[in-house]
């Protein structure tokens, strides 16, 4: 018995494949049929298992990859160890997950050995989420004033938290999560300062592989608590917030701000919970502000009287009013020369009637609603409700709660008898 040594060589786990991407990212096997050449069967069986991983991988991997096996010949008959195949899975780390040989025999054309196999190979299909936009959120920095304030400090937690699971919602941005905790978030929150040079900052989001980062600083925060007597004669516990909030969207490969707001104003909730409904509303806003900025929501069906948004989950509210318009020219920044997106023209309103966690349904209050435009066509601005229109829509709320409640009562009733 004579052993001798052959090569395969192989790159990487499992080739990258270029067909439409699954909504999570998974391995599927792909079958092929390959014939290689050789001196000896070993040499045909590396040319084989060469053919099949090009086949599926391309020439470039199948041709820079490096396996050691030996092959045991008796007099002029070929055969392969009982663990030849789970070896070769093994040593060319998975790109060959399993063949089985179909033939073997000389080639009278070429005076060389053939070897026929049928074999096995891994492709990786990436996520369709891979092609989101990578944001990084850094924790919120506040001022040093306010370094020592309990409350500060736990509306800053709060709102970083409610400002990336409204990002997450939107399933437009892949928000980078665990970006190192513990001291490692002290650093990075001093790094989100407004005063320190835009330049730190992104040193810090190289580490991190993002596109954009996300940088938010507590510039003012007072909160008070008080009571307040209602008509009925019952005292509430109120607190009341006066804060102002610097966020920044920093493309993290050229340093261009992409988009920069201050959210300030006073706030107010039922004490108990009242800090963190607070920091919960101000984190929402404030993603619906990015996302709105980066990736307005749009219109992907539309009906004579409804429509239906790519957007819901808890970005999106009953009741809430959208102004929609159509996207006309490209607009350019006649000084600079920037793109300005495109021009905006309403045509229409419409009232959200209902949510899933993934779209959004509303009615039509005005205008008209083409039905031949294309999904992304028509864009949806929130409309803020003017003082009349919250009473009035309150109003019809519990109305509709009354009458709920007195059919409830009233089917118990019938239930009695």
Not at 27 to 44: K, L, M
Not at 73 to 99: C, L
Not at 130 to 142: G, M, Y
Request: glycine residues 8%; aromatic residues 6%.
């Amino acid at each position: 018995m004579k052993a001798t040594e052959w090569l395969v060589s192989l790159l990487g786990v499992v080739c990258l494949s270029a067909v439409i991407r699954p909504v999570s990212a998974e391995v599927v096997y792909t079958t092929v049929e390959a014939r290689g050449f050789g001196q000896d069967e070993g040499a045909a069986l590396e040319d084989a298992l060469k053919i099949a991983i090009a086949q599926v991988c391309g020439e470039r991997i199948a041709s820079s990859t490096r396996l050691t096996r030996e092959v045991y010949q008796s007099n002029t008959e070929y055969r392969a160890e009982k663990n030849f195949e789970k070896d070769v899975r093994s040593q060319t780390k998975g790109i060959i997950h399993a063949y089985r040989i179909l033939g073997q025999g000389d080639d009278t054309a070429s005076g060389r050995v053939f070897v026929e196999i049928e074999a096995q190979i891994p492709t990786y299909e990436p996520a369709a989420q891979i092609d989101r936009l990578k944001l990084a959120i850094f924790p919120l920095s506040v001022e040093s004033t306010l370094a020592r304030d309990p409350d500060a400090l736990e509306f800053a937690r709060g709102m970083s938290a409610a400002l990336e699971s409204s990002l997450v919602q939107t399933r437009r941005f892949a928000v980078i999560d665990n970006l190192g905790g513990g001291a490692r978030d002290v650093e990075l929150a001093k790094l989100a300062a407004p005063d320190v040079p835009i330049s730190q900052s992104l040193r810090a989001a190289q580490g991190i592989i993002a596109d954009y980062v996300v940088l938010a600083h507590v510039r003012a925060f007072d909160a008070r608590q008080y009571t307040r007597t209602r008509v009925t004669g019952r005292q509430m516990e109120t607190l009341e917030v006066n804060l102002a909030v610097d966020l920044r969207v920093v493309d993290v490969d050229t340093g261009q701000v992409k988009f920069a707001l201050t959210e300030s104003g006073k706030r107010s909730a039922t004490a108990g919970r009242g800090l963190a409904d607070i920091a919960a509303k101000v984190g929402s806003q404030l993603g619906r502000r990015i996302s709105g900025s980066i990736y307005p929501m749009v219109v992907v069906a539309a009906r004579p009287t409804s429509v239906t948004l790519n957007e819901g989950g808890q970005n999106v509210s009953v009741g809430s009013k959208y102004a929609i318009h159509a996207a006309g020219f490209e607009m350019t920044d006649p000084y600079t020369g920037e793109p300005l997106g495109p021009e905006e023209v309403q045509i229409a309103v419409v009232r959200i009637q209902s949510v899933t966690d993934r779209t959004s349904t509303a009615s039509l209050l005005e205008g008209e609603l083409p039905l031949n435009a294309p999904a992304g066509a028509l864009i949806a601005r929130p409309l803020q409700l003017s003082l009349e229109e919250a009473v009035a829509e309150f109003r019809e709320q519990a109305d509709k709660l009354q009458e709920a409640v007195k059919g409830k009562k009233k089917n118990e009733s019938n239930d009695d008898w």
